[in-house]
């Protein structure tokens, strides 16, 4: 088993990585206790799991769509229904979603209650359940009025106690999100480490074929990346925002319908975008597009929307990135052989090029 500290004075924490430990550490948790599981895992789980008393169990229809406050407003009720009080625990297992939710409703239930992280999917094990954000999806609109939703727009940091990652449930994942995670893996690489870079470029097929060793050193070197970056920022006042890499266009894009795109996909495009956007300021050395390109392409993630909609209508999305400060949008763009930069004053002929190069009109 590998052990990721993340720390942060008296709200540190570990990540606690195997393949077969989740029986063993689902049962060292007897106190009170909510379990919200996602329930397309809730089979996977058997005998993992057993509900005792003082503890409730309560499963989640995990979608974009769903990661709303009603989904928080359930899991409140239902830890008032089992009588749970501020001591008690909630555990989130499950995906991004679970977790994100699951997390919010922890740091806002009676002002809040311990958290333990349970993430069953690659995205979720190397991102999501480290660093404590968590959150909810908002109502927003397009520039045509239609209803579209506004990405993690209302939230909490709250740190968990644990985080338990065990790469046997990735066996059973759907190969689509296990190369969602891929492309969180490839940003932490782009934010630079050359050799987890190179790492996964070697090991492509051993990852998607779920080699349990090889996931295993996946999970653990990129979640190392992770958890060295909140340690040093844990609110985002500087560094930590480098790990939005690929996000602002990918949130411009996941909630277009159009384009059908999982978080890790839309991460994808969004992390050729910025590099297309460094490329034409001169950040990076030719080639270093097509680099990536031809991992992200290796890894089965798309590297292009397959709906022409207009650039215009990212860049409106794009104005609303919790990033940007005074009305100016900050991007994240790759510069040099390995490591990233934020930028605020890329100007909007760059940012449609870069948008143009993944497939915008
Ligand atoms: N997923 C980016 C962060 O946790 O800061």
Redesign the pocket.
Known sequence: MNCVPISLGDRSYEMQIGSGILKEMLGDITDRAMFVVDDKVMPLLGDKITVGSGQGLLTMFASEMNKTMPSVEKIWDAMLDAGLDRSSSLVAIGGGIVGDVGGFAAATYMRGVPLIQVPTTLLAMV??SI?G?TGVNTKRSRNDGTAILGKNLAGAFWQPKKVIADVQMLQSLDTRQLRCGLAECVKHAMLGNAELLTFIETNASAILACDLEVLERLVFQSASI?AKVVSRDER?GGE?AL??LGHTFAHAMEPMPELGLLHGEAVSIGLVAAASCSEALGMVSDGFVDRIRALLAKLGLPIRMQAELPALDFISMMQFDKKNQDGQMRLVLPEGECGATISSNVDLATITLALRSVGAS
Do not use: F, S, V, W
Request: aromatic fraction near 0%; hydrophobic fraction near 20%; glycine fraction near 12%.
């Open positions: 991102d999501a660093g954000k992770k985002e930590r790990l939005n």
